[in-house]
């Protein structure tokens, strides 16, 4: 499947989304970024809509260190341990899966696997994948910290990317959101502000 | 052509009354459409063919309305396009054809229901304009091309002349000229003879466009097929008409009926018209000659009192039929009938067209209209009646031509001229009119239902338009349709002999190629050139 990064390792699972922690500090992929996680089976794609940086211990919160340091690397540099204090963490939510040959835009039977590798999708799957807009549905409807607008927009960016006409897979999605946002016209506007071409 | 096949949306609500909406794709521009314009509609089982009715403009949230979004940005502009601003279209469906095979043969039928919901739609092409109107063929004609399309329009003329049939428009419209061109379809096409009283001497010879260009008239494209009569023998003789033959008119022709229809055009009273059925019947068949030489003396007077008639009637009528004396072609006695001399002409399929020259008063019109009419109408009577009783076959049809309609069948005289009559019942005994009117209005409704066919040029007089559209199903429809025909050269044909309305634009008539067209055999080709040299 081509090249694809792999990025992290699920750590949480639910049906609708899953929490996988990354190799290295701060090494998230990008808010709206495509990822897969796999199953024996069935393959699953999620969207990333939130990452963090937090302590490994949950009581044990960071304290501002660099009162004496010039530069911000220097607080690292003074205190290696600090990297393996830390964790950086991504939520994904699930958007679909691959069962087979064949790709579902919609929730799969089973969530992730705990400890399954996720990995960046890359270019060809992100194209196989935004073949359909019916994943925006999932954005639009499901409740995350994050504003859907942002989120769709964020991962409607990201894809667009990996098009050589950016403008006209935009103008299409924007089409498809619509559609979907015809009773809300404020939250259609919001969007395609940020996703203009 | 790419846009013979071009989708322009889909239908999503309607009724059969009221016509079908349609929600146009977002490749489609409102700007593109025009009301008029053909559209087929696919449904699961039939094939439906409309005309554009209205174009509307649709938002999916009224927010839209009120915050209008940033239309400078194209990116948010062409998202909306077509999704939350979209242009839907009125669609009032005409027509439809199975898609079985019986259905087929049978062609096309009138709707008796609507296609179904989200059934594609596309702008009708050219084959289907020939599938519903037919092609060019021994019967067809080709009258022009349907708006903003390509197609030839065709018209069965036998069909037309099987009932009256009007045209209607403003003046300056193209009446005449597509008058001209229907003449000259029914010339070839159908059996039917054609008489025409030519007001303004325009169809005979030759008649003159706006820019005051000379344009052929029937004559001199067919010469062998039409015949040119005059009431003005001098007029005809400057303008170098070959005419065939001088119309005169006794006085002894003028009967009490006559007078009726010219009441209003002579300023008659109510009993001076009554009065001219008393002296007809006192006088004889030389009433007219008798009374207007009747001096004011005793035994004037001791007539009136007999005859129980007011002397200010008296006055009024004798002012009136010295105004009709004074028309240069009526003599007191005439040894040549004319309405012999038109029947044979008719009898042998040649055309008549009845030049009137300078003679375009209105009293001149209609009192030699009206006279050679009726006795025609009584010729053709009596013969279809024969033909019948014998079983032989009946005369050839008559197409009379009359110009300013509503002088003839206006509500006040619409029954008792012989026009109303042959509007109203002649079709059975094979004359028909082809009515040219600019005020539609003016005509009688019991006439005006009667006309078969109804071609209308620009009209912008909301009575004209209603009486031009009474009775028809989808008036509002076309309504809007003829309200934005151009105020030139594009006229909406509906009725009888065309299985849907259509605006048209008729085909060109006036130039070198145009009348080549009607002719196509070589040696008349040859004939024009040089005609035209």
């Known amino acids: 499947m081509g090249e694809t990064q792999r990025v992290g390792e699920v750590i949480e699972a639910s049906t609708t989304d899953f929490v996988a922690q990354c190799y290295e500090l701060y090494q998230s992929p990008p808010l709206g970024s495509l990822v897969k996680t796999k199953d024996p089976d069935v393959e699953l794609y999620g969207i990333v809509y939130n990452a963090t940086t937090t302590s490994l211990e949950p009581g044990r919160r960071p304290i501002a260190r660099g009162k004496d340091e010039t530069t911000e690397e220097g607080i690292y540099q003074a205190s290696p341990q600090l990297l393996k204090l830390l964790k950086s963490e991504f939520r994904a939510v699930v958007v679909g899966h691959r069962q087979g040959d064949t790709l579902h835009h919609y929730l799969p039977p089973k969530p992730a696997r705990i400890h399954g590798f996720v990995y960046l999708c890359s270019p060809q799957e992100v194209k196989e994948f935004s073949q359909s807009f019916s994943f925006l549905n999932i954005l639009i409807n499901t409740r995350l910290p994050v504003s859907p607008e942002e989120l769709i927009a964020a991962s409607l960016r990201q894809m667009s990317e990996v098009y050589e006409d950016r403008r006209a897979f935009l103008v299409t999605a924007g089409k498809e959101l619509a559609i979907s946002l015809s009773g809300n016209f404020n939250q259609l506007k919001a969007i395609l502000e940020r996703i203009k071409a | ?533």
């Open chain 2, 1 to 533: 052509m790419t846009e013979e096949t071009k989708r322009l949306g889909i239908v999503t609500s309607g009724s059969l009354n009221k016509g079908v909406e349609v929600r146009l794709d977002s490749s489609a521009s409102v700007e593109d459409m025009a009301v008029g314009r053909y559209v087929t509609i696919e449904g699961e089982k039939r094939r439906f063919f409309g005309m554009i009715s209205d174009v509307n403009l649709g938002v999916i949230d009224q927010k839209l309305t009120v915050t209008p979004p940033d239309v400078s940005d194209p990116f948010t502009t062409e998202v909306l396009a077509g999704t939350s601003t979209y242009g839907t279209l009125h669609v009032s469906p005409y027509l439809t054809i199975g898609g079985d095979a019986t259905s087929l043969i049978e062609g096309p039928q009138p709707v008796k229901t609507v296609p179904t919901h989200f059934s594609p739609v596309n702008l009708a092409s050219d084959q289907d304009i020939e599938l519903v109107f037919g092609s060019e063929d021994e019967k067809r004609f080709y009258i022009g091309t349907p708006l903003d399309m390509e197609t030839k329009l065709c018209l069965n003329l036998p069909e037309l002349v099987k009932r009256s049939n009007g045209i209607f428009g403003k003046s300056g419209t193209g009446k005449t000229f597509f008058t001209r061109l229907l003449l000259i379809g029914m010339l070839q096409k159908s059996k039917a003879v054609n008489l025409i009283f030519d007001m303004h001497s325009e169809y005979g010879w030759e008649g003159r466009n706006e820019e005051g260009q000379k344009v052929k008239a029937l004559k001199q494209l067919f010469s062998s097929k039409v015949a040119v009569f005059t009431l003005d023998e001098e007029n005809s003789r400057r303008r170098r008409v070959s005419t065939d033959f001088v119309v005169r008119i006794g006085y002894d022709e003028i009967e009490a009926e006559d007078m009726v229809l010219l009441r209003q055009t002579l300023n008659l009273t109510e009993p001076a018209v009554e009065a001219v059925y008393q002296m007809r019947r006192r006088f004889g068949r030389n009433w007219l000659q008798e009374v207007s030489e009747l001096k004011d003396s005793d035994e004037t007077r001791e007539l009136l009192k007999e005859l129980n008639i007011h002397e200010s009637t008296f006055q009024n009528l004798q002012r009136g039929l010295a105004t009709i004396r004074r028309l240069p072609f009526l003599e007191p006695h005439v040894p040549d009938n004319p309405v012999r001399h038109i029947l044979e002409y008719l009898d042998q399929g040649i055309n008549v067209v009845l030049e009137f020259g300078r003679y375009t008063d209105i009293t001149a019109y209609i009192l030699v209209a009206n006279l050679l009419t009726r006795r025609i109408h009584n010729q053709y009577r009596e013969r279809t009646e024969k033909a019948q009783g014998e079983d032989t076959a009946p005369p050839r049809p008559l197409v009379i031509t009359i110009e300013e309609a509503h002088k003839f069948l206006n509500p006040e005289v619409a029954t008792q001229t012989i026009f109303g009559v042959i509007a109203r019942e002649m079709r059975k005994y094979n004359v028909t009119l082809l009515v040219i009117d600019q005020r539609p209005s003016g005509i009688d409704d019991e006439v005006m239902s009667q006309i078969g066919t109804k071609t209308t040029f620009f009209l912008d007089n909301n009575r004209d338009i209603d009486s031009v559209l009474a009775g028809i199903s989808g008036k509002n429809e076309l309504k809007s349709v003829l309200a934005k025909l151009a105020s030139k050269q594009q006229a909406l044909i509906f009725g009888h002999a065309v299985p849907m309305p259509v605006a048209f634009q008729p085909r060109e008539y006036g130039s070198a190629a145009s009348y080549k067209d009607f002719i196509p055999s070589e040696q008349a080709e040859k004939d024009i050139e040089e005609l035209w040299e």
